[in-house]
């Protein structure tokens, strides 16, 4: 009778255990729960891409008065399916900016020309004044004039200082972009890059505040045409 009652409570006990564990971990979140949920948060409307990318998808939501697009791209990898996306906004202005990495001894080379050039000397209308937060950049435009313009807001340069980033290799990575007439977000794949898709899966509330800084960037260009 005792042993009875001692295989019951030890099987009591292994229920009781499995049932902690099997409730406790972690959901895995698929890729469907994830679009859905930006869906709800954003109460947007998803779409697929194109006929090319019929597995990638675009969400169209509004936010704060603002149109904005979330791009959610499948491609290969080495050896799994890939995901990424871009968050977009439209903005007012004609200007085309990428940032890419600049070497090193470049860098050193023009730190010690700007020290022997005032800025009234340097032709805005010729060149990109890089801000000293970027000096680790190239800044691609064909545009340079409204660029400086651009870069001189204070608010501007606080935002793209909170997305300088490194790359995998740890090489210097400017996620935002802004090519005709389109501001871009870009959210890795890779989980060391940031920002990343992996922590938008977390917390898809943190797409609000992506949308939040590419407004600010917006509303510089509209100053900038008024």
Do not use: C
Not at 10 to 15: D, E, T
Not at 181 to 196: H, Q, R, T, W, Y
């Amino acid at each position: 009778m005792m042993l009875w009652l001692l295989l019951g409570l030890v099987v009591v006990f292994v229920a009781i255990v499995l049932y902690v564990v099997a409730t406790s971990a972690p959901k895995q979140v698929t890729r469907e729960d994830f679009l859905v949920q930006i869906e709800k948060q954003t109460e947007g409307r998803r779409s697929v891409l194109d006929e090319e990318q019929s597995n990638s998808y675009r969400i169209d939501f509004e936010f704060e008065g603002y149109r904005f697009w979330y791009s959610d791209i499948e491609s290969e990898g080495f050896t799994q399916k890939v995901y990424k996306g871009i968050l977009k906004l439209k903005a007012n202005t004609d200007v085309n900016m990428i940032f890419v990495k600049k070497d090193r001894k470049q860098i050193l080379g023009e730190m010690q020309m700007m020290s022997k050039l005032s800025e009234a000397s340097i032709n805005k209308h010729m060149k990109v004044f890089t801000p000293a937060e970027f000096r680790e950049f190239d800044i691609l435009t064909q545009t340079p004039y409204k660029v400086n313009l651009f870069l001189e807001d204070r608010k501007v340069r606080a935002v793209l200082a909170k997305y300088k980033t490194s790359d995998r290799q740890g090489e210097p990575y400017m996620p935002v972009s802004i090519s005709e007439g389109m501001i871009f977000l870009d959210i890795s794949a890779d989980e060391n890059v940031k920002p990343n898709r992996p922590m938008l899966m977390e917390d898809v509330t943190i797409l609000e505040k992506f949308a939040d800084d590419l407004i600010v960037l917006v509303k510089a260009f509209d100053r900038l045409a008024s």
